[in-house]
């Protein structure tokens, strides 16, 4: 049982009133002749308690002479079928069947076993190799030692000994040392030392290893998820980063696991099955709080748009209830969503920005020059020289470049690459041998001219610039196409969308710090909103001015502020607000320049992921992001990217790309 102060935190509760005799009856009934009354089965059995169902089990043997579960598996079938049998097994056995499920046949399902094992407390452990032994009359180690490899293996068998420290009372010199012990393991060291990665990480207490998480921040520059990352691979990677994840907030783990078990085409449904069958009478309530802190949405709007049937509403039941009625947040998310603000402000603060390209060491402007020449003259053109020279050079050293080709040569080297380079691979080079702020106006011109308007390009590139970086774009667009910017973007857009993008376009943005009383004032404003929309009075537009006049015009740090204070003064985030009170191209825009405040590099990891997904590959937008942020933040999208989606973006760009545009992105992009 999970408790906060003494409170239960499970969402399935004792029925009052129980009757095992009475619900043996019940269950007999609905499954009695042609067909079976699932409805009445789901509404009994989700709404008892794992003692209660195990006392009914024993009373339909009692009254009927039958087996339940046996009974339940004949009427019912599928995902329904899974889940249902799942609630009536203890939860030791249920762990056990799902661990058999995992290692038994062909491949061997690794999250089924990391989740369980990284999860579960050391009672929770000894009970399941018991119930392992029990009900398969073999030895849980020696099964999970057959099945699994390295130091995988090593760290599942430390693990299943279910020896964790359980004193609260923690040494800081020891505190000290593991995190040393740690840092000199992996960063210091040629290699990995994994030994000691499992060995601190499986044996001491959580209260203890919370503590040297952030020792180890403080020796390393950085969260120890970063070093694990950076340190470790494959499964075994997977397992140490789950179990980090465990120390430090179980129900945030499990929440992650319950979206990206719906996220995207498909749902991973043994995973949502064995997450709300074995937390519904321990933490449910605190997942549900991370899940809507995390995703600004209910876990049970996400199930109820994700699943079906029986099976839907067997999942709703033991989720709850929903927390996000009208996007709002209870009181307990509330708070946790109001801290989680200053966590990431204090990160932000602390951010180093990185990207994937770099000055070349002993760069030679001349010498490139020739090398292009030399690659591009006589029959046939040398790309691999071209994508090497041109994706290793920053856009200092291009211009560089530029202007010697241009002295040594007479000849635009510019016009010489188009005529040499086709498709994909001739827009990524000539892209980056323009400016950036040439670039960003080239982006601009495409988005609005010919038929229809990329309006997605047109938010992404405006909401996320500096203003400096606005400003050139301006000077850019004056000079590429002899109209400004302004006008150009007037006359084709309108309405408030128009208003926008023109006040994002005039680089007006305040570039001051938080100011928390004007912060407090204008969460007040945006909050009016709500206000409006409860009494059915007001209009659209003046709702979007209001918005419009704080978004496009408050500095980041500041909005950051005044979305922490909209969230303590309306328990509703403001993103999710949005969404629900605007429509088309501004609720676009205006929850794209939320995203960019929130966490810019993020954003563009949304974006890259959505340019990837599917059938075919929108190459533009990849082309896009990719170019104008390689020398800004690349390298941290690419670690949003890894965190969000499980991939990292070098290997999403390898699958849906190829050739020499493969090529010059990978090179843009990074290592691994």
């Given at each position: ?30 499954m ?15 709404t008892?308690?794992?003692?209660q ?16 579960i ?58 399941l ?5 029990d ?14 490899s ?14 964790r ?28 030392d ?10 001491r ?17 950085k ?5 694990i ?40 449904d043994?995973t ?20 809507r ?19 839907k509403?067997a999942?709703?039941n033991l989720?709850g209830?929903?927390?996000?009625a009208?996007g709002e ?8 969503a ?47 020289a ?20 241009k ?5 635009d ?18 892209g980056?041998m ?59 857009t ?7 993008l ?30 409006v ?16 006049t ?21 328990n509703?985030?403001?993103e ?19 995203r ?13 992921k ?15 992001i990719?170019?104008s ?15 969000m ?25 990074g290592?691994?």
């Amino acid at each position: 049982m999970s408790s906060q102060g003494g409170r239960y935190r499970g969402s399935v509760k004792d029925f009052p009133d129980f009757d095992a005799s009475q619900d043996a009856e019940t269950l007999y009934k609905a499954m009695k002749g042609f067909g079976s009354d699932k409805e009445a089965i789901l509404d009994l059995i989700t709404t008892r308690r794992n003692h209660q169902r195990i006392e009914i089990i024993q009373a339909y043997k009692s009254l009927y002479g039958k087996d339940l579960i046996e009974d339940l598996k004949y009427e019912l079938t599928g995902k329904f079928e899974r889940l249902i049998v799942g609630l009536m097994r203890p939860p030791a056995y249920c762990d056990a069947k799902e661990i058999k499920d995992a290692i038994d046949g062909v491949g061997t399902d690794e999250k089924c076993l990391i989740e369980i094992l990284a999860s579960r407390d050391n009672q929770q452990i000894h009970a399941l190799v018991e119930a392992y032994k029990d009900a398969y009359g073999r030895d849980l180690e020696t099964d999970v030692v057959k099945d699994t490899s390295g130091h995988f293996k090593k760290m599942l068998v430390v693990l299943l000994q279910g020896t964790r420290e359980e004193d609260d009372i923690v040494s800081e010199d020891l505190v000290m040392q593991d995190a040393t012990d740690l840092f000199d393991a992996g960063e210091q060291k040629w290699g990995t030392d994994e030994a000691q990665f499992i060995y601190i990480l499986g044996s001491r207490s959580k209260t203890h290893l919370q503590l040297v998480f952030d020792e180890y921040e403080k020796i390393a520059g950085k969260p120890i998820e970063e070093s694990i990352k950076g340190e470790l691979s494959g499964d075994f990677e997977k397992l140490m980063l789950a179990v980090v994840k465990c120390v430090r907030s179980i129900k945030d783990y499990f929440a992650t696991r319950l979206y990206k078990a719906m996220k995207g085409m498909g749902t991973a449904d043994n995973t949502l099955i064995r997450i709300m069958v074995s937390r519904s009478e321990v933490d449910m309530m605190d997942i549900r709080e991370s899940f809507r802190t995390q995703y600004e949405k209910s876990l049970y709007s996400m199930i109820k748009n994700d699943t079906s049937g029986e099976y839907k509403k067997a999942l709703l039941n033991l989720c709850g209830g929903d927390d996000d009625a009208a996007g709002e947040y209870f009181p307990e998310a509330a708070q946790a969503a109001y801290q989680i603000c200053d966590e990431e402000r204090a990160r932000d603060r602390k951010l180093e920005v990185k990207g994937t390209v770099y000055p070349a060491d002993d760069f030679n402007a001349d010498n490139d020059g020739k090398a292009l020449r030399k690659a591009m003259k006589g029959f046939g053109t040398d790309e691999d020289a071209i994508i090497d020279i041109i994706t290793k050079r920053t856009n200092d050293q291009r211009q560089e470049i530029l202007k010697a080709f241009k002295s040594h040569f007479g000849r635009d080297l510019m016009a010489d690459l188009k005529s040499e380079l086709s498709g994909t691979v001739g827009k990524v080079i000539l892209g980056l041998m323009l400016t950036p702020a040439q670039f960003d106006a080239k982006q601009i011109n495409k988005a609005i001219v010919g038929a229809g308007t990329d309006e997605n390009a047109l938010v992404e590139i405006l909401a996320t610039r500096t203003n400096a970086e606005i400003h050139a774009i301006n000077q850019a667009y004056q000079e590429a196409y002899h109209k400004s910017l302004e006008d150009a973007v007037r006359s084709d857009t309108s309405g408030h969308f128009k208003r926008i993008l023109v006040s994002l376009s005039s680089g007006n943005r305040d570039e001051n710090n938080e100011d928390l009383d004007k912060a407090s004032e204008d969460a007040k404003v945006l909050a009016s909103v709500l206000e409006v929309s409860d009494s059915g009075s007001g209009d659209a537009s003046s709702l979007e001015t209001r918005f419009m006049t704080i978004l496009c015009t408050r500095s980041y740090p500041h909005l950051r502020r005044v979305f922490q204070e909209f969230i303590k003064q309306t328990n509703h985030d403001v993103e999710h607000t949005i969404k629900k009170e605007m429509s088309g191209d501004v609720k676009s825009a205006f929850v794209a320049i939320v995203r960019s405040v929130k966490n810019k590099p993020a954003f563009f990891a949304e974006q890259l992921k959505k340019a990837m997904k599917g059938a075919g590959t929108d190459e533009r937008t990849l082309n896009r992001i990719l170019i104008s942020r390689s020398e800004t933040d690349l390298l941290n999208i690419r670690h949003e990217f890894k965190t969000m989606y499980e991939k990292s973006l070098h290997h999403c760009i390898e699958s849906e790309t190829s050739g020499d545009y493969r090529k010059a992105l990978l090179s843009i992009c990074g290592e691994k």
